[in-house]
């Protein structure tokens, strides 16, 4: 059938199974609007109130459904607007396809209005982009991106179509969904390798990110971590993936991780990375970071193989293909001296609960009220780090966060696109810093009746910039107090949702309860002290032996 460039955008991504769109309409992509329009009863839309909110919010969706998360912005500053959006897909390893629009193509290099270079400019935060420059490529364009997007480590694509493809007419060949490239096989030198450095080990630790959560590996880690006897700990991006409840694993390890876990994972002889990158905020000095211990690296991207740090084994492989090999290889261990270290360095961990810290309750609180499948989306600073050590995840894909690239403002988008991916009312948890960048967007989860919890946590200042100003500069509270005189429930009530304040743990527990159980957005102002700490804490380039366990630490 012949069909306009716009109309094969649209049935294209409906052949690929995309249900839902998130963008923001603009002149170089009405044609593509106008289709969406005639289409709305085979693939819905949903407008942001600004790009990068939509950018967000298809990254959200991605993480809770597991799906492609796909957004549409017009060229110049629609398409600009994206940028942090695509950069935090990438860095986060989420699988997204972004389409812009151009203007027309005679125009090109001309500074013609609105035109901007988004190719160029997205080239580094993108696994590949496209510039569309015949209507006969663009069907076949949109399925390799999307092939591209989710293969492998996923990460975004972005394709620029100008405004005259969109227009032209070509022959349209319907085709069936496209389906991710294979990834490649253990090898059996690879899984001996392992298997015998496991047996070895007197103290092994199994360390595991994003990646395994991508792959779904969980059941995997935990039944390798029973067969060799070994603890788990992960990274903030690994969250969600093994439920709290497996008594082998010691939570998020790092600069605010779990004590036991970091402590752990310093004193094991084996480190065994599955789908992790080992960042800075894992590390801490690189040349001290676990030097006694050998390392294994699994990843199904080569380029991360001893990239942060050295590495005894990398294996690139499909992770779920290499952990069964590697169960069906290595021989049952018991090691009861590690066990026993691990259970004091629990004890150790246990004694160092602050009674009535309120940021620790308030996130218990909501773990108890909700049910175990609600998405927990958060922004970036304190909040983060305290629901990461707080919650108690017990199902896969509950957990969205921006961590690779630390973004604030990144919650109210994510949180939407989750709510729409789940299918389910989502949580988010943000500061009064994070929600101020893109608070905007409560007007779109009002208009669309988005099932979604704010619990805005509100300090007055910076948090986590606040706490490394007590640390490293003396107290010298640069532009992080911000002296706002925002009415987080009055403004919740002004965009049109319902607003409640907090400032203990009863008022919170009451609110979250009220708010948790209506069926549209609803806001939480809760008030938190200034001066509350994220701790344990391991400073930058620091080592895990000097932890900052106390307050009195950081006076001292």
């Known amino acids: 059938m012949i069909l306009s460039g716009a109309e094969i955008v649209v049935e294209t991504l409906i052949e690929q199974n995309v249900k839902t769109i998130f963008g923001y309409p603009g002149g170089t992509v009405l044609d593509i609007y106008d289709q969406l329009y005639k289409k709305s009863n085979r693939i819905n839309h949903v407008l942001a109130a600004h790009e990068q909110g939509a950018a967000h919010a298809a990254d959200g969706y991605a993480r809770a459904s597991g799906e492609l998360g796909v957004v549409i912005a017009t060229s110049g500053p629609g398409a600009t607007n994206l940028v942090t959006g695509i950069a935090n897909a990438y860095l986060d390893s989420v699988p997204m396809l972004a389409i812009t629009g151009n203007v027309a193509s005679s125009f090109i290099g001309r500074d013609s209005f609105q035109e901007i270079d988004i190719t160029g400019i997205t080239l580094p935060i993108t696994k590949h982009n496209f510039f569309i420059r015949s209507v006969d490529e663009l069907a076949d364009t949109i399925?390799?991106?999307?092939?591209?997007?989710?293969?492998?480590?996923?990460?975004?694509?972005?394709?620029?179509?100008?405004?005259?493809?969109?227009?032209?007419?070509?022959?349209?060949?319907?085709?069936?969904?496209?389906?991710?490239?294979?990834?490649p096989s253990a090898k059996d030198e690879d899984v001996k390798a392992a298997a015998a450095m496991i047996a070895e080990s007197g103290r092994p630790f199994i360390y595991f990110g994003g990646g395994a959560v991508r792959a779904e590996a969980g059941e995997l880690i935990a039944k390798l971590a029973d067969k060799i006897d070994a603890p788990i700990g992960?990274?903030?991006?690994?969250?969600?993936?093994?439920?709290?409840?497996?008594?082998?694993f010691l939570g998020m390890q790092g600069m605010h991780g779990h004590?036991?876990?970091?402590?752990?994972?310093?004193?094991?002889d084996l480190i065994i990375g599955v789908g992790v990158r080992f960042s800075d905020r894992a590390t801490g000095d690189r040349t001290k970071f676990s030097a006694g211990a050998r390392k294994i690296q699994i990843d199904i991207d080569g380029a991360e193989l001893g990239k942060n740090v050295d590495i005894n084994l990398g294996v690139i492989s499909d992770i779920c293909d290499f952990l069964t090999k590697l169960i069906d290889t290595v021989e049952k261990r018991d090691l009861p001296n590690w066990e026993a270290k691990i259970e004091k360095l629990k004890e150790q961990e246990a004694e160092q609960v602050i009674p009535g810290f309120l940021p620790k309750e308030a996130v218990e609180a909501v773990t108890s009220i909700v049910d175990p499948d609600t998405v927990i989306a958060t922004d970036v600073g304190q909040h983060q780090m305290w629901v990461a050590q707080n919650y108690g995840f017990t199902k896969k894909k509950t957990w969205i966060t921006s961590g690779g690239l630390g973004t604030m403002g990144f919650g109210m988008g994510a949180a939407i696109g989750a709510a729409y991916g789940s299918g389910k009312r989502a949580v988010l948890f943000t500061g009064d810093g994070s929600f101020g960048m893109n608070l905007n967007e409560l007007a779109?989860?009002?208009?669309?009746?988005?099932?979604?919890?704010?619990?805005?946590?509100?300090?007055?200042?910076?948090g986590m910039v606040r706490q490394w100003q007590t640390i490293f500069y003396n107290k010298a509270y640069s532009s992080t107090t911000l002296n706002r005189k925002t009415?987080?429930?009055?403004?919740?009530?002004?965009?049109?949702?319902?607003?409640?304040?907090?400032?203990?743990?009863?008022?919170?527990k009451k609110a979250f309860a009220e708010a948790y159980a209506q069926?549209?957005?609803?806001?939480?102002?809760?008030?938190?002290?200034?001066?509350?700490?994220?701790?344990p804490m391991l400073k930058p380039n620091g080592t895990f032996d000097k932890l900052i366990i106390r307050e009195e630490e950081i006076n001292g």
């Open 487 to 508: 009415d987080f429930v009055k403004l919740a009530e002004a965009f049109g949702a319902k607003g409640y304040r907090a400032d203990d743990i009863e008022s919170f």
């Open 143 to 183: 399925r390799e991106a999307i092939c591209i997007a989710k293969s492998g480590r996923p990460g975004p694509v972005l394709i620029d179509i100008p405004k005259d493809i969109q227009v032209a007419k070509c022959e349209y060949t319907p085709a069936e969904p496209v389906k991710k490239n294979i990834n």
């Open 259 to 268: 004590y036991a876990s970091s402590k752990a994972m310093a004193k094991a």
């Open 519 to 535: 069926e549209g957005p609803t806001l939480i102002d809760l008030t938190l002290d200034k001066d509350l700490k994220v701790l």
């Open 234 to 248: 992960c990274s903030m991006m690994g969250l969600s993936e093994i439920p709290v409840t497996n008594q082998r």
């Open 444 to 462: 779109t989860a009002v208009s669309f009746n988005v099932p979604l919890t704010i619990i805005v946590c509100n300090n007055g200042v910076l």
